[in-house]
């Protein structure tokens, strides 16, 4: 079974600065994706960046980056120059191989206050 | 806009009663996923849909269904209605419905059981 970790509720951060989402993951799969996901106040959900686990770049996307330690089964997702529109939940997601095919495992997420 | 639509944007409803949620993939895509958003359980997979064939399916309660039409659109239909059931539905959609594709997710259906 997989199973997404994001310890922390939420986190606060400063207009302009960067700051850092945690995740971790379980999985027995040799091979699988993560994903992250943003869901505005609006409610839809938005996809940021992936990271596939035989990936030896971390991935990168705008000011989106993921720290990617496969030792350590982390996936934290990295917004640099933070903006007022960062505000959002942030859904940590994992997808792995095996008879799961296309199922999503999500966390319980992060909400993030960007302050002016 | 991730091209993925999902009609109705609310619904609202009273316990016992069915509703139908429909769902349109983007365009290319041939598969479909069901998910669902409550504030206790979270986010939670449903099913899955490939090329109008059933090919994974999740914590989707009996008194729930779906299908994926031959134009590629799909349906979530749910029925005997429970508070419980008041969540947010989301459609998503990707093209082989393997590997490691990214899902786009449409708008969502937001049901509030009364």
């Given amino acids: 079974a997989q199973k997404i970790t994001q310890t922390q509720p939420g986190m606060f951060v400063q207009e302009k600065e960067a700051v850092t989402l945690d995740c971790t993951y379980d999985t027995s799969d040799q091979s699988y994706g993560l994903f992250w996901y943003k869901q505005p106040s609006s409610g839809e959900m938005i996809f940021l960046i992936y990271q596939g686990s035989y990936d030896e770049q971390n991935a990168t996307e705008g000011r989106y980056s993921l720290n990617f330690q496969k030792a350590r089964k982390s996936a934290n997702l990295v917004i640099s120059a933070s903006q007022l529109g960062d505000s959002a939940m942030y859904f940590c997601a994992m997808r792995a191989g095996g008879t799961s095919y296309g199922k999503l495992t999500f966390g319980q997420g992060t909400i993030l206050t960007v302050h002016p | ?114």
Avoid: M
């Fill in chain 2, 1 to 114: 806009d991730s091209g993925v639509t999902q009609t109705p944007k609310h619904l609202i409803t009273a316990t016992g009663q069915r509703v139908t949620l429909r769902c349109s993939p983007r365009s290319g895509d041939l598969s479909v996923y069901w998910y669902q958003q409550s504030l206790d359980q979270g986010l939670q997979f449903l099913i899955q849909y490939y090329n109008g064939e059933e090919r994974a399916k999740g914590n989707i309660l009996e008194r729930f269904s779906a299908q994926q039409f031959p134009d590629l659109h799909s349906e979530l239909n749910l029925s005997s209605l429970e508070l419980g059931d008041s969540a947010l539905y989301f459609c998503a959609s990707s093209v082989e419905g393997a590997g490691q594709e990214t899902q786009y997710f449409g708008p969502g259906t937001r049901l509030l059981v009364l």
